[in-house]
């Protein structure tokens, strides 16, 4: 039996369902008890139920990258198991990745390479699920812990704070584009392109005032970028 059998078996697929419910009627109970809370606090119905339709429509722009990330898994790790990993809590960003540096450590080239194996998909799943768990265990046990230290560190010296904070940040920023720029090509003509494509939104919402393109900004630059990725691509 081929691995993708498996992978986009009925069982998945209703394990996937359970959980991705699971998430759906969380993200209900928090709605209501916020409107609630609302009322209670004299917010008018009107203006919450604006926000919430407001809130849909910015949401519709911002999945069309995760969609797109999802299709780029489906060949290799079927429909289930990227489903569920974009759909709870991975990021297109993080999924992606992993996924790639999974597939590079069963020898491939990546994820999208020949030859890709049962035993690779379960490199590439394991991979993508335990790299992520360490946030949520970290806030789950350390948080408040971590909270205290930080407020007790900006009353002492608020410049050093500052300082950690902004490195966390590079450091973030850097596992990420690091591997572009190295690779050069068409991963750092895309990066490049799709900064560009971000400074020319900029610049349209503060000179023409556009403020609606600032909820939109950061996930059509994503897009661009992607369609130029084809593009570039089909010149190499």
């Not at 010296?157 to 950690?164: A, E, K, R, S």
Request: aromatic share 12%.
């Amino acid at each position: 039996m081929d691995y993708l059998d498996v992978a986009n078996s009925s069982i998945v697929y209703i394990l996937g369902g359970i959980l991705i419910l699971i998430v759906v009627i969380q993200s209900f109970i928090f709605l209501r008890k916020a409107y609630k809370r609302g009322l209670v606090i004299g917010m008018e119905k009107k203006k919450m139920n604006t926000a919430i339709k407001s809130s849909i429509t910015f949401s519709i722009v911002p999945s069309i990258p995760i969609v797109i990330a999802l299709i780029a898994m489906v060949p290799k790790l079927g429909i289930p198991f990227p489903w569920i990993r974009l759909s709870i809590i991975g990021s297109m960003q993080y999924e992606l990745i992993a996924a790639d540096t999974g597939a590079k450590a069963m020898g491939l080239s990546g994820l999208s390479a020949a030859g890709f194996s049962a035993q690779a998909f379960a490199n590439v799943m394991w991979i993508m699920s335990i790299g992520i768990i360490w946030g949520l265990l970290t806030c789950i046990l350390f948080l408040k812990k971590l909270e205290k230290g930080l407020s007790n560190q900006k009353k002492k010296d608020n410049t050093w704070l500052t300082i950690l904070i902004s490195s966390l940040f590079f450091g973030m920023i850097s596992v990420f584009i690091g591997p572009v720029i190295t690779s050069g090509s068409v991963p750092l003509y895309t990066m490049l392109s799709s900064a560009a494509v971000m400074l020319l939104f900029s610049f349209i919402v503060e000179k023409f005032k556009v403020n609606w393109l600032k909820n939109f900004a950061l996930s059509l630059s994503m897009i661009i970028g992607m369609a130029l990725a084809i593009f570039y691509q089909s010149l190499v």
